[in-house]
């Protein structure tokens, strides 16, 4: 089975090395690497030997490049990954058994741990209203890790070792079945960042396509290495959860719906930023 992987660099070329050495000690040479660089305003390295370098003349956004990526890429499973994400040994010999052994697996997402060897909560649930409380990092995730809430929004977290059935996987490391991405279609290029992995995966659920968390595939992610503006940050990802929202939520009567759901990430992105400009001045 060919994999192609799909980079895409934003000012952060030594995590885009770091990046593209893992996948070659990981699956060789057989494994096809294309970064595609959003600009940033850096000059590119000298790249390995066959990996493929595409430009943009200006950041197009996150899914925008990855299509890009994918339309030139050639294997029958593509691996988007984040610069500042790596993978283990051993990952894409157990990813071509996964594949291999499921026809209808569309969408994996491997066992993802932070720098200190902690857990991501990469793999999850549908997106609810719940999911404003109980998001990856929310500070009653952080209390309660063990509560029924956040075990029902995050179902890795009852046994990580063992796969499972879930809704969405983290786009920061995640493996497609190219004749998934020919039935469903692209990322969402108007998702210009965050959100672009729920609404695939959801895309690929509605055609039958099975989502599913493996954790004998190993990912290691520092988290943020390429968002270096935080307040665009959230003001990007609350902006693309509300499009996640227009796009498959229910919107009520007279849009009620859409305007709560408005107010409600208003509120949670204020207070973020509040609390980073807090931590910051500490």
């Given at each position: 089975m060919?994999?192609?992987?799909?980079?895409?660099?934003?000012?952060?070329w030594?995590?885009t090395l770091r990046?593209?050495?893992?996948?070659r000690e990981?699956?060789g040479e057989?494994?096809e690497?294309?970064?595609v660089?959003?600009?940033g305003?850096e000059?590119?390295?000298g790249?390995?030997p066959g990996v493929?370098?595409?430009?943009n003349?200006?950041?197009?956004?996150?899914a925008?490049a990855c299509?890009r990526?994918?339309a030139?890429?050639?294997?029958?499973?593509?691996?988007?990954?984040?610069?500042?994400?790596?993978?283990?040994?051993g990952?894409?010999?157990?990813?071509?058994?996964?594949?291999a052994?499921?026809p209808r697996l569309?969408?994996?997402g491997?066992?993802?741990?932070?720098e200190d060897?902690?857990?991501?909560l990469?793999a999850r649930r549908e997106?609810?209203?719940?999911?404003?409380?109980?998001?990856?990092?929310s500070?009653l995730?952080?209390?309660?890790?063990?509560?029924?809430?956040?075990r029902e929004?995050?179902p890795?977290?009852?046994?990580?070792?063992r796969?499972?059935?879930?809704?969405?996987?983290?786009?920061?490391c995640m493996?497609?079945?190219r004749?998934?991405?020919e039935?469903?279609?692209?990322?969402?290029e108007?998702f210009f960042m965050?959100?672009?992995?729920a609404?695939?995966?959801r895309?690929?659920?509605?055609?039958?396509w099975?989502v599913?968390?493996?954790?004998?595939?190993?990912a290691?992610?520092?988290?943020?290495?390429?968002s270096?503006?935080?307040?665009?940050?959230?003001w990007l990802?609350?902006?693309?959860a509300?499009?996640?929202?227009?796009?498959?939520?229910?919107?009520?009567?007279f849009?009620?719906c859409d305007?709560?759901?408005?107010?409600?990430?208003?509120?949670?992105?204020?207070?973020k930023?509040?609390?980073?400009?807090?931590?910051?001045a500490?």
């Amino acid at each position: 089975m060919r994999f192609s992987a799909v980079i895409v660099n934003y000012a952060s070329w030594p995590l885009t090395l770091r990046c593209i050495r893992s996948l070659r000690e990981a699956g060789g040479e057989e494994v096809e690497v294309i970064v595609v660089d959003n600009g940033g305003g850096e000059s590119p390295p000298g790249l390995p030997p066959g990996v493929r370098l595409l430009r943009n003349a200006r950041n197009e956004g996150f899914a925008r490049a990855c299509n890009r990526g994918i339309a030139a890429s050639r294997g029958e499973v593509v691996l988007l990954i984040n610069p500042d994400a790596r993978v283990l040994p051993g990952f894409f010999e157990r990813a071509a058994r996964l594949f291999a052994a499921d026809p209808r697996l569309g969408i994996a997402g491997p066992r993802i741990t932070g720098e200190d060897g902690e857990l991501q909560l990469s793999a999850r649930r549908e997106i609810s209203l719940a999911s404003g409380l109980v998001g990856r990092t929310s500070l009653l995730t952080r209390l309660l890790p063990e509560s029924r809430l956040v075990r029902e929004e995050f179902p890795a977290t009852a046994d990580p070792s063992r796969p499972a059935k879930v809704d969405w996987v983290s786009g920061a490391c995640m493996l497609v079945r190219r004749r998934t991405l020919e039935e469903v279609g692209p990322l969402d290029e108007r998702f210009f960042m965050y959100f672009e992995d729920a609404d695939l995966c959801r895309r690929a659920r509605q055609r039958g396509w099975r989502v599913r968390y493996e954790p004998a595939l190993e990912a290691v992610h520092g988290a943020g290495g390429s968002s270096h503006d935080r307040p665009r940050a959230v003001w990007l990802l609350h902006k693309s959860a509300f499009l996640y929202h227009r796009k498959h939520g229910p919107h009520g009567p007279f849009g009620l719906c859409d305007l709560l759901v408005l107010a409600g990430l208003a509120a949670r992105a204020l207070a973020k930023l509040v609390a980073g400009w807090g931590r910051r001045a500490g």
